[in-house]
């Protein structure tokens, strides 16, 4: 009795689906009408008949269960994501069974409705990935193109497995959940008026640094593979041999950057917009050479010393507003700074470079952006 409870309570939580086709519709109304017909007319043949359909009923629901039988499921995304571009992933679907193959198989994407309702995103398949065959003790490809709308964790990924299979009267479905998480970074890609902003600010960078790194150190012998321009002809014709001019490094050439979190009520889409033009700078930046140092309330990591760029880009996708935390002082004291702050004033209060405060009348947010919620999922395939 035991037993039988605990196999009809793994009934009850089974996530097999089955749902009727059109085609399957019109075989039932046809397996009907032939049974009605049998009983009227009391008909041998017709009984045959009534009995060979409502085997091939039987027979086309358990050989959908056997194709769905021993199948697994894997999907991967590149390491990298950011927001807004199409990224190449792929479905893998595996056939553990020795001798069987699976016939007919598509895959699709499925949300929580709970999750579908807090995000307002589609889950990561819209469109069915279909495998006519899937051999036995055999794994199969299929690349997809994803895109992700917001930045943020996904972490549930669901999908479905069907079949038609035989017959296409039913199709039998089995929901399956990888738990894994995927990190998207904010959109790198230049947002209406970021282009223009980055502008400004390389200008007010190259100001500021103007004769720096091309200060004159000293006259030294030539180094093979050297640029042949640093070549100081005068010094090597009176010495006789190659002689270059040395500039002081570069050393000062860096920007710090911070990320103000203390964000008032009614701000977040502004702060969303920050964050993105937060990503799109350092990325900006970093593809250029240049030293960051970033910070924000809890984080601080410079570049290229103590990491890289895209654990810059995942903390800023899993960023959200934090009210109440004081913002310190710049670190970097010949440094050009850059702060994103809802209040700047407080920041120039602070010794930060009145030229580098960007808030809301320099970084206006745009209508309809939203924040996401820790741990909430957002995700969109095209």
Known sequence: MARFLQFLRRALRSRRKYQITRGGLLFVLAVLLVGIG??????????????????TLLVSGLVSRLSLAGLQ????????????????????IRNLKRLMPSFSVQITGRVDPFLSALSGMPPILTSGVYFPLVPPRAELEEPVDVQFQRRGAHRQNSFAVSTKFPFGFLEKSVLVTLQREIVVYPCLDPQPGFEELLTALTGQIEAYYRGLGRDFYRIRPYEAFESARHVDWKATAKLGDLQVREFAREKERSIEIFLDRDVPSGLEAWFERAVDYCAFLAWRLSERGMGVCFRSQDFEIRLPEEGDIYTILKYLALVYPLRGRVAGPPVEEYSFQVAFTADPDRFADLGWNPAGLLGPDALPAVAGARSPAAGEDHAHHR
């Open 38 to 55: 049998a009983v009227v007319s009391a008909n041998n043949l017709l009984f045959l008949i009534e009995a060979a359909m409502i085997s």
């Open 73 to 92: 499921l894997d999907f991967q995304v590149p390491e990298h994501v950011s927001a807004g571009r199409t990224v190449a992933a792929a479905v893998y």
